[in-house]
């Protein structure tokens, strides 16, 4: 089973940007979809984006286009680019694995963003 590192989480100020990267532990290249999601304090956890082995991407609509996700099949690697980044938007963020772009069944353990006001 692959494993899956999420990075790049931190303290940012609202407005600014911010890139989360998740490594796997094996090639991505047969992976169907591989997605991001986030969990706030007291919510359940969120579908972000998803992307598929062909590179079709899926988002969730609340993020209103301010997030991208990408692919880098060589570096087995999944990005996720925050723009204009908002308090609202402090989660612990999740990189997962999975058949499809909304069911996953392979988790990272999760990096944690916070923006400040």
């Known amino acids: 089973q692959v494993h899956l590192v999420e990075s790049g989480g931190g303290l940012v100020q609202a407005g600014e940007s911010l890139t989360l990267s998740c490594t796997a532990s094996s090639s991505i290249f047969r992976i169907n979809a591989m997605g991001w999601h986030r969990q706030a304090p007291g919510k359940q956890r969120e579908l972000i984006a998803g992307?598929?082995?062909?590179?079709?991407?899926h988002y969730a609509n609340s993020e209103g286009g301010r997030f991208a996700i990408s692919r880098d099949n060589a570096k087995n690697t999944v990005y996720l680019h925050m723009n204009s980044l908002k308090p609202e938007d402090t989660a612990v963020y999740y990189c997962?694995?999975?058949?499809?772009?909304?069911?996953?069944?392979?988790w990272g353990q999760g990096t944690q963003v916070t923006v400040s006001s």
């Open positions: 997962a694995a999975g058949l499809l772009v909304d069911v996953y069944d392979t």
């Open positions: 992307i598929t082995r062909g590179g079709s991407t």
